[in-house]
């Protein structure tokens, strides 16, 4: 179909900053929740990754906070670099019996300011 | 690591003309996807199977095919392109189970004209 020019959300930061990126996720029985970055030009990446039965996790320089009763998961970067900028999406699991989709959010894009 | 591998970066192809795009992956996977991916819309899924064999529609399969001959080999097939099929297009690849996320391909940016 025909793109209508809808802009993905921007979060602009300065170097060495934090920075929280924010995603509402859709089925309260999603049990797993993902974060991709994607740079220009190039296919998803897996960051990190959350089960519903947490409600945080760490990674080197990111951290995911998952709050279930609001269905809000969230992405923080510390000490954020020039490379870190890119599009960043969540991505909630669906289970189908043993197998299960991933429904993914539409994206923010995240602008690093040197 | 996981390899998920499309056989083209850039394609331009003729509206009315047939279009393969070709995903491999190495790691013995039984889930493959295809979505397409467009600004302002995200991630859309057109096809996805679990099995040799076995295809099942996502949301957007209109104007679409796939076959799934081989377990590692995942073909996503345009029967007469047309130009709102232009699009980057995405391959994924994931291990059967609840708690794996999916292994992409660097993506293949078609443009019918």
Same mark, same amino acid.
């Given at each position: 179909?025909?793109?209508?020019?809808?802009?993905?959300? &921007?979060?602009?930061?300065?170097?060495?900053?934090?920075?929280?990126?924010?995603?509402?996720?859709?089925?309260?029985?999603?049990?797993?929740?993902?974060?991709?970055?994607?740079?220009?030009?190039?296919?998803?990446?897996?960051?990190?990754?959350?089960?519903?039965?947490?409600?945080?996790?760490?990674?080197?320089?990111? &951290?995911?906070?998952?709050?279930?009763?609001?269905?809000?998961?969230?992405?923080?970067?510390?000490?954020?670099?020039?490379?870190?900028?890119?599009?960043?999406?969540?991505?909630?699991?669906?289970?189908?019996?043993?197998?299960?989709?991933?429904?993914?959010?539409?994206?923010?894009?995240?602008?690093?300011?040197? | 690591?996981?390899?998920?591998?499309?056989?083209?970066?850039?394609?331009?192809?003729?509206?009315?003309?047939?279009?393969?795009?070709?995903?491999?992956?190495?790691?013995?996977?039984?889930?493959?996807?295809?979505?397409?991916?467009?600004?302002?819309?995200?991630?859309?899924?057109?096809?996805?199977?679990?099995?040799?064999?076995?295809?099942?529609?996502?949301?957007?399969?209109?104007?679409?095919?796939?076959?799934?001959?081989?377990?590692?080999?995942?073909?996503?097939?345009?029967?007469? *392109?047309?130009?709102?099929?232009?699009?980057?297009?995405?391959?994924?690849?994931? *291990?059967?189970?609840?708690?794996?996320?999916?292994?992409?391909?660097?993506?293949?940016?078609?443009?019918?004209?």
């Amino acid at each position: 179909g025909e793109n209508v020019g809808l802009h993905l959300p &921007t979060l602009s930061v300065q170097e060495g900053d934090n920075s929280i990126i924010n995603c509402a996720y859709s089925n309260s029985a999603s049990d797993y929740f993902i974060w991709y970055k994607q740079e220009s030009g190039k296919g998803p990446q897996f960051i990190i990754d959350i089960r519903s039965n947490m409600d945080k996790r760490q990674g080197q320089r990111v &951290t995911v906070l998952l709050n279930k009763t609001v269905k809000h998961l969230s992405l923080q970067i510390a000490a954020t670099q020039p490379g870190d900028s890119a599009v960043y999406f969540c991505a909630e699991n669906i289970s189908r019996g043993s197998q299960g989709n991933l429904i993914f959010g539409k994206g923010t894009k995240l602008s690093v300011k040197p | 690591d996981v390899k998920v591998t499309q056989s083209s970066r850039y394609l331009v192809k003729r509206t009315g003309e047939k279009v393969f795009l070709e995903c491999v992956q190495d790691m013995d996977h039984e889930n493959m996807f295809w979505y397409r991916q467009d600004p302002g819309l995200g991630l859309r899924l057109i096809y996805f199977s679990y099995d040799v064999k076995m295809k099942e529609k996502g949301d957007i399969p209109e104007g679409y095919s796939v076959s799934r001959e081989k377990k590692e080999r995942f073909s996503l097939i345009l029967e007469s *392109a047309s130009t709102n099929q232009t699009s980057m297009y995405l391959c994924a690849s994931r *291990a059967p189970g609840e708690y794996y996320g999916y292994t992409f391909g660097s993506g293949t940016r078609l443009t019918v004209v």
